[in-house]
């Protein structure tokens, strides 16, 4: 059994990212470029040479035509990057993935991630990460935040 994390973002204008990233500004959180992606981490018995191609038959999660998925090897959140979770999410494989599960797949955990990218192309620091997170990326309230 295999921990496995991917990244599945919008290769199409992003609206969300978007609206977030002028929200963001207009609050005075200094960032120029903000990406949004959905995060899976799954534990994962299949084999690690289809993995990707199993993840990308689920439809409910990918569509070839608008996003491109993304292993990411570390499995936490990036350099500017912070990893929204809502608190009390269970690891229903099938309620995440539209009833379908994915073969070898047995728990999954879905994150949003934001990250952050300064004035010249370099990844947000660490206190622009956080106060972005405590105005508006995360409520506390029915979320976590886990920052990189």
């Not at 599945?8 to 992003?14: E, Q, S, T, W």
């Not at 570390?74 to 309620?95: K, M």
Request: proline share 3%; glycine share 10%; net charge neutral.
């Amino acid at each position: 059994m295999s921990r496995r994390t991917i990244a599945i973002g919008l290769k199409i204008p992003d609206n969300e990212a978007y609206t977030a990233l002028t929200a963001l500004r207009r609050l005075g959180v200094e960032v120029a470029r903000l990406e949004r992606a959905v995060i899976w981490q799954f534990e994962d018995a299949g084999d690690e040479r289809d993995f990707v191609a199993r993840v990308e038959r689920n439809e409910t999660l990918f569509n070839q035509n608008k996003h491109e998925l993304q292993v990411l090897e570390a499995g936490e959140p990036r350099s500017g990057e912070t990893w929204i979770e809502e608190l009390g999410a269970h690891d229903n494989v099938r309620g995440h993935l539209g009833g379908k599960g994915i073969a070898g797949i047995t728990r999954a955990r879905r994150f949003v991630a934001w990250r952050l990218f300064a004035t010249h192309g370099e990844p947000a620091g660490a206190a622009t990460v956080n106060d972005a997170v405590t105005k508006l990326l995360c409520n506390p309230a029915i979320e976590r935040a886990r920052i990189g």
